[in-house]
């Protein structure tokens, strides 16, 4: 009991979750679990289930790409207070990117399964917790843009256009 009361605490105080009620604080802490990453671990890679997300506490984790002409491509990197991973929420539940701790990192994870089970049971979680995500997602995605958008530049000088003017 006294570890939920201690988590609890801990997702009353994260940035994600600030606004939440107590009880959506209760029943989140209910299926979280401490995490702990060294630098340069893989938290999880494209293609493996999602099964659940994390709440960055302390460190800062890259989500890559691995791109054929250029290698791996840092998409965004994450800190404390963020979030991390939204796969869990859309079939086919598997990761669309890789996501590496690139400094000692501490995370609160939290069951995909137990979470969706609560948040059928509890419409208002569900929301609430979607709205929070679908936030995230619009971020992320725009930033993935930009990025993809700044790799598909040209790298030389553009060439002038030989033709004639009219």
Known sequence: MA?????????????FLVGMSPHQIEVLASC??????????????AGEPANGFYLIEEGSVA????????????IETLYAGEPLGWSWIFPPYTWHFLA???????????NGMT??????????????????????????????????????KPTSTPIADPRPEQ
């Open 100 to 110: 590496r701790a690139t400094s000692p990192t501490a995370a609160l994870f939290f």
């Open 63 to 74: 989500i890559e790409e691995w791109v054929p002409e250029g290698g791996t491509t840092i």
């Open 32 to 45: 979280a679990s401490s995490r702990q990453f060294q630098e340069g671990e893989v938290i999880f890679r």
């Open 115 to 152: 979470l969706h089970r609560f948040c059928n049971e509890d419409l208002t979680l569900g929301h609430e917790l979607f709205k929070r995500m679908s936030q995230v997602m619009v971020r992320r995605l725009q930033s993935c843009r930009a990025k993809l958008i700044e790799a598909l």
């Open 3 to 15: 570890r939920n009361v201690e988590i609890q605490a801990r997702l009353a105080n994260h940035p």
